[in-house]
């Protein structure tokens, strides 16, 4: 069984490009998250789905940020127009969300630089 | 919004002391989770508590969600070097989205 994967592991970028990462939840893994990272915090809520279903936004996923899961396997996010406040680890999660399976299982990161 | 309150924000202790951290919520907590983090790296599960009074351990770990469920603890016994990271808590219900506390940076001298 293996773990949650996201691609890619580093991203540097310009200001005003947009930029997409991926991310591969464990299989049979129902639910998805992400979560942004800043240096010394803990992470914070983006968005998640159920399935191909995205049930919840964050306030902090502005017009810039889109997320989709398609088929309810992988996801993307994508950050369009990057700005230098968007630098941060980007997090992905997955869980089978269901009674008794709650727990959040998270991949490496994508760590996003943005000049 | 629920906030989540990580004591202390660091520690340095010797290798094979004993080490308490803290978590204090600002609402009834419905599912606690206990995550360890390497620096720049992602989260590693360490164990989830749902219930007032609940204790789980793993190897040297153990972590407790006090009766009122508005408190939880994580204690680390014999600390070892690979016992070194961030420790993060962080609680959510039911599989939905995590709060998450900014973390405890733990390091152990040998």
């Known amino acids: 069984d293996t773990g949650v994967s996201q691609n890619p592991r580093h991203k540097i970028t310009k200001r005003g490009q947009n930029v997409t990462f991926r991310c591969d939840p464990i299989?049979?893994?129902?639910?998805l998250y992400w979560y942004r990272q800043t240096l010394g915090q803990g992470p914070e809520f983006l968005t998640y789905f159920q399935n191909e279903a995205q049930l919840e936004k964050s306030r902090l996923l502005s017009d810039r940020f889109s997320a989709e899961r398609p088929k309810g396997s992988f996801s993307t996010l994508e950050i369009q127009r990057t700005e230098q406040g968007d630098s941060a680890m980007y997090l992905c999660?997955?869980?089978?969300?269901?009674?008794?399976?709650?727990?959040?299982?998270f991949g490496p990161g994508t760590r996003l630089t943005v000049t | 919004s629920q906030e989540l309150e990580q004591s202390p924000q660091s520690l340095i202790v010797q290798e094979g002391k004993n080490l308490t951290i803290n978590c204090t919520s600002s609402?009834?907590?419905?599912?606690l989770y206990w995550y360890k983090q390497k620096y720049g790296e992602g989260l590693i599960f360490l164990m989830m508590?749902?219930?007032?009074?609940e204790e789980k351990s793993h190897e040297k770990i153990t972590a407790k969600l006090d009766e009122k469920k508005q408190q939880s603890s994580l204690h680390i016994t014999a600390s070892q070097p690979s016992h070194a990271g961030i420790y993060l808590c962080g609680a959510g219900p039911y599989g939905n989205k995590l709060v998450f506390g900014a973390g405890t940076i733990l390091r152990v001298k040998s």
């Open positions: 508590l749902q219930k007032g009074g």
């Open positions: 299989s049979e893994h129902n639910r």
């Open positions: 999660a997955s869980s089978l969300g269901r009674r008794g399976s709650y727990e959040q299982y």
């Open positions: 609402k009834t907590l419905y599912g």
